[in-house]
């Protein structure tokens, strides 16, 4: 009996590369995993008051079906926040409440790309942009970051790689897998490019609070009559990622959009509704304290300056400065390996450390890197990156 082809064909390295490791934990072998940008799997807690939410929500009975849109409370809650932080104005229809952002970016791709459509996705990029364009038989299309310049786009680059068969541009601001935090220059030259070639833009903010040198601006706050369809959740930000909550924004004066909203609301109603009892309990995360994020950023910072200095000292590796989120991007300069996903497994085998070959986040742009957490204790980030020079000294 045969899977179908679309099923076999999608992938996302960042799970992927956990297989290999367990054979080894079987094999009693301790692993370090900087693979997965899970921050409560380290010292990062979901805050007190939330989690009580939860608690609440579940005892008074919370537990039937939410409305497919999302409960209207949570959502007036994510429109004041994106108000409040960005300027966006958006009524309450144009905003809509998923299964994390995953479920949003599953959802508008399903909403508009047609077999052989393409969609401009950054490279590299999060793998789920990519793979559910192909997932629904279109294209994806890389368009170059450069490493020189912290990983920015090429807009140059981007405007050549537009045609007639772009349906839209990605825009991932924070960027995972590279932390780069976007020059406001560039976020506007990317919404003029989109002008000009009648796109809309999907711009990703899930890591919009979690920056070090500088603050992220919403690609929307640049749009006066250009579409953005804002993607943000709780995973990161909120240390909810167990949670499975996420939302999308249209930002939309002109109403173009209006089918694609009515597509993606279908499918809402097809898989009947996210979480409710976590849905009542994330309002408390938007609208209570926020002093967790004090915290958790200067942990962050503090272990981003750790790990790009020690990584930069490796002989044969060397990384730029990741200015968000909490992934680093380094490039395997060795040439002792031909391939990323030979360095990742050779170091998985002898370092014991588990990192996500830089071509699962893209063929070209990623290839010969690789992506690390850093979120870790110092104590952890330089056993794992002592592990890997003392090996990579070995061999060269
Ligand atoms: C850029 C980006 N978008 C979306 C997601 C998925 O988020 P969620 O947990 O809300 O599905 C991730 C998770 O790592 C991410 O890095």
């Avoid at 992927?16 to 940008?37: N, Q, S, T």
């Avoid at 079906?65 to 932080?85: N, P």
């Avoid at 609301?265 to 009542?280: D, K, T, V």
């Avoid at 490039?331 to 699962?360: M, R, T, Y």
Wanted: charged share 25%; hydrophobic share 35%; net charge negative.
């Amino acid at each position: 009996m045969k899977a179908t082809k679309r099923s076999m064909d999608v992938s996302y390295a960042i799970r992927d590369v956990l297989l290999p490791a367990r054979v080894l934990e079987k094999k009693g072998h301790e692993i370090i995993k900087l693979h997965i940008g899970d921050p409560n799997k380290w010292d990062f807690e979901t805050p007190k008051h939330v989690r009580d939410a939860l608690c609440r929500a579940v005892e008074i009975n919370d537990n039937g079906y939410a409305d497919s849109e999302g409960y209207v409370e949570l959502r007036r809650a994510i429109l004041e926040k994106e108000r409040h932080k960005n300027g966006i104005t958006a009524d309450i229809e144009d905003c809509i409440v998923t299964n994390g952002v995953t479920e949003a970016i599953q959802t508008v791709s399903a909403a508009v790309v047609n077999p052989g459509d393409e969609v401009l996705v950054p490279g590299p990029s999060y793998p789920s942009y990519t793979e559910f364009t192909k997932f629904f038989g279109g294209v994806p299309i890389s368009y170059r970051t450069d490493e020189a310049t912290n990983w920015q786009p090429d807009v140059d680059d981007l405007r050549k790689k537009i045609t007639k068969r772009t349906k839209y541009i990605t825009v991932i601001n924070p960027n995972n897998p590279t932390g780069s935090l976007y020059s406001d220059k560039v976020l506007k030259d990317i919404i003029d490019l989109a002008g000009e070639h009648d796109l809309f833009i999907i711009s990703d903010e899930i890591y919009d609070l979690m920056t070090f040198d500088g603050t992220h601006h919403s690609m929307a706050s640049f749009s006066n009559d250009v579409p953005v369809i804002l993607f943000n959740g709780f995973s990161k930000v909120d240390l909810l990622p167990g949670w499975r909550l996420g939302y999308a924004v249209f930002h939309d004066p002109l109403g173009r959009l209006d089918e694609i909203k009515e597509g993606v609301m279908r499918q809402l109603r097809l898989r009947i509704s996210a979480n409710n009892p976590c849905q009542m309990a994330v309002i408390d995360a938007l609208e209570g304290p926020k002093d967790h994020l004090e915290v958790t950023n200067h942990k962050l910072r503090e272990r981003r300056d750790y790990v790009v200095k020690k990584i930069n000292n490796i002989p044969g590796l060397s990384t730029a400065t990741p200015r968000g989120a909490f992934y680093i991007f380094p490039k395997i300069e060795s040439k002792k390996w031909k391939c990323d996903q030979d360095f990742v497994l050779d170091v998985l085998h002898n370092a014991h450390v588990l990192l996500v070959p830089g071509s699962g986040f893209c063929k070209e742009y990623g290839k010969m890197h690789f992506r690390a957490v850093f979120l870790p204790p110092v104590e952890i980030l330089g056993k794992a990156f002592d592990a890997i020079e003392d090996y990579m000294n070995k061999v060269v």
